[in-house]
């Protein structure tokens, strides 16, 4: 289901491939409906044969006008009009085929089941007026839906999965531009702010701005290159986050009381999406000040269980009356459209926005 649903699928079925898809589904087609016929109405093969090519040559008269041109060209652009008085023409073609069969199979073969051979003999005696007529086209209605109906539903349910996917395909699309753009920006006051740090620790010759150098050229190797997959190992994207906060801790100094909890003991190969936790941590930093106490404080804690990972991210803010508002950033939304993509049914996510803190709780089933 997943290649069926895929751009792969879009390359593989070219015209060629569609053609043969389809002989393979008429053919399908009149071989069900030969049996059915030997089962329900038995008589000679030859009689099946020829009522089961009909309901064929039928359903293909109602499902490329209908799939090709009648929805695509007129109902999908409006004009809904000459599109159902269109839909009104396969149902007199039906008619006609159903009277010209009804004339051969009479003139042609002797019918010994007389629950074929009577509707066959009112069709022929009727003439072609009383064929065509609306009253046998209504009477018949039920029958031609019934008989259109398999070949109808194979091509509705690969539309519909193949047009929701197709919107899937693009709002991931979407997301990994934004991704590429997340890590392309990798908060650029943070690195600036940064870059300053280190250059005020090396003018002081503290050793202390080798092991910052270290962790930013670990933290843009990371966002370069190992973060350019699905999936990632947990460990490489707890060290990348252990690297941020380590980074953003000596840019607070004494301003700040931050702590960053991690089991490492917990976390061996377990893979997750990359950069999923960051936006909540960056935000974390972006909003802890608060102008009203002396010291503000970030809590991000990271726990495995089995597979089940718990993330929390919380941090001070200024005091102020709780309003129903829209929390977050373009950053938190972003993962909010990530998580539903890529963990639908196997994550949770909470936000807390209190009057003096922010926290988020996000819950994963990894692998």
């Known amino acids: 289901m997943n290649w069926l649903t895929s751009s792969g699928f879009e390359k593989f079925y070219t015209p060629r491939v569609r053609i ?16 059915t016929y030997l089962v329900l109405f038995p008589d000679s093969l030859g009689v099946e044969l020829i009522f089961a090519l009909r309901n ?11 799939f090709y041109f009648i929805i695509p060209r007129l109902l999908q652009r409006g004009r809904f009009l000459v599109g159902i008085i269109l839909l009104f023409l396969p149902f007199l073609a039906w008619c006609i085929i159903n009277y010209w069969t009804a004339l051969f199979v009479d003139s042609a073969f002797t019918i010994h089941n007389e629950e074929v051979k009577l509707p066959v003999k009112r069709l022929v005696h009727g003439g072609f007026s009383e064929a065509v007529s609306i009253s046998r086209a209504l009477q018949y209605s039920l029958a031609i839906i019934m008989t259109i109906a398999p070949s109808m539903s194979v091509k509705l349910v690969l539309d519909i999965i193949r047009a929701t996917t197709r919107t899937l395909r693009l709002e991931r699309d979407n997301l990994n531009l934004e991704i590429d753009f997340l890590k392309s920006q990798l908060n650029p006051h943070f690195l600036f702010n940064t870059l300053n740090n280190i250059y005020a620790l090396s003018i002081r010759n503290d050793k202390l701005a080798a092991d910052l150098i270290l962790n930013l050229s670990n933290m843009m190797r990371y966002t370069l290159y ?46 997750v999406a990359p950069l999923l936790m960051f936006p909540f941590i960056e935000n974390a930093f972006k909003h802890s000040h608060n102008a009203a106490i002396d010291k503000c404080w970030i809590k991000v804690s990271i726990h495995v269980d089995g597979d089940h990972l718990c993330f929390i991210a919380a941090n001070s803010k200024e005091e102020t009356p709780v309003k129903k508002r829209e929390v977050g950033g373009i950053g938190i939304v972003n993962s909010k459209k990530r998580l539903a993509l890529l963990y639908p049914d196997k994550h949770s996510l909470v936000i807390d926005d209190a009057s003096d803190q922010f926290k988020v709780t996000m819950k994963l089933t990894i692998s």
């Open 20 to 35: 043969y898809a389809h002989t393979v589904m008429w053919v399908l087609h009149t071989l069900l409906y030969t049996l």
């Open 56 to 66: 064929t040559l039928g359903a293909m008269i109602f499902f490329y006008p209908i």
């Open 226 to 271: 190992d973060s350019n997959t699905p999936m990632v190992q947990l460990s490489k994207e707890v060290a990348f986050l252990k690297n941020y906060v380590d980074l953003e801790s000596i840019r607070y100094g004494k301003k700040a009381s931050i702590l960053f909890e991690c089991d490492q003991e917990q976390i061996q190969e377990q893979q």
